[in-house]
T-cell receptor, first 117, second 114 residues
Framework: EADIYQTPRYLVIGTGKKITLECSQT?????MYWYQQDPGMELHLIHY???????EKGDLSSESTVSRIRTEHFPLTLESARPSHTSQYLC????????????????FGSGTQLSVL | KNQVEQSPQSLIILEGKNCTLQ??????????LRWYKQDTGRGPVSLTI?????NTKSNGRYTATLDADTKQSSLHITASQLSDSASYIC?????????????FGRGTQLTVWP
């Protein structure tokens, strides 16, 4: 069982609201990631972080922003939610960023299902 | 451009039966291939990770195979259980960049009926 937690599990909000999705891990991992997943579709990387004070945009353009002030915490914020933001958001972490070159596991949280009305 | 293709898109089997899920990829240069299980409404959980030199890896009732020459992988589930109902995702890594990149398939939705 991975020690990575996301809150809330489900969120229904109105258009224009500011929201923050929380993600915390207790494994001491330096690398953290946010993925977006729509039903029946592949995961898309939207943000990642090498460590404290490091954030980068992923492959899929996103209007969300992230911060990494503490190693264990990697929150995602939407300043003004819109219906197009409706999706599942998955947070993940790993001990090594170079997953492609290692057999390092990528651990996922349970996700936040966001619905914007 | 989706470089990881999985088949079938969905599959229904009876409890106790075996099944095989397929993954074809065009990712190059290849580094490793991962299979994940994702329960509905949950995050993916790692089942196996295989590098270029490995052609079989087992995890309990799950056995993954890899043919790096044909760029194909399969996940075989033996004696299926109701709890095996989930989406199974194939993920391929490249080693063409400093950071590496993960390419996700869309998954095969497996339903096990009693």
């Amino acid at each position: 069982e991975a020690d990575i937690y996301q809150t809330p599990r489900y969120l229904v909000i109105g258009t224009g609201k500011k929201i923050t999705l929380e993600c915390s891990q207790t494994m001491g991992h330096d690398k953290m990631y946010w993925y977006q997943q729509d039903p029946g579709m592949e995961l898309h990387l939207i943000h990642y972080s090498y460590g404290v004070n490091s954030t980068e945009k992923g492959d899929l353009s996103s209007e969300s922003t992230v911060s990494r002030i503490r190693t264990e915490h990697f929150p995602l914020t939407l300043e003004s939610a819109r219906p197009s933001h409706t999706s599942q958001y998955l947070c993940a972490s790993s001990g090594s960023f170079r997953l492609a070159a290692t057999n390092e596991k990528l651990f996922f949280g349970s996700g936040t299902q966001l619905s914007v009305l | 451009k989706n470089q990881v293709e999985q088949s079938p898109q969905s599959l229904i089997i009876l409890e106790g039966k075996n099944c095989t899920l397929q993954c074809n990829y065009t990712v190059s240069p290849f580094s490793n291939l991962r299979w994940y299980k994702q329960d509905t409404g949950r995050g993916p959980v790692s089942l196996t990770i295989m590098t270029f030199s490995e052609n079989t890896k087992s995890n309990g009732r799950y056995t993954a195979t890899l043919d790096a020459d044909t760029k194909q992988s399969s996940l075989h589930i033996t004696a299926s259980q109701l709890s095996d109902s989930a989406s199974y995702i194939c993920v391929v890594s490249d080693r063409g960049s400093t950071l590496g990149r993960l390419y996700f398939g869309r998954g095969t939705q497996l339903t096990v009926w009693p």
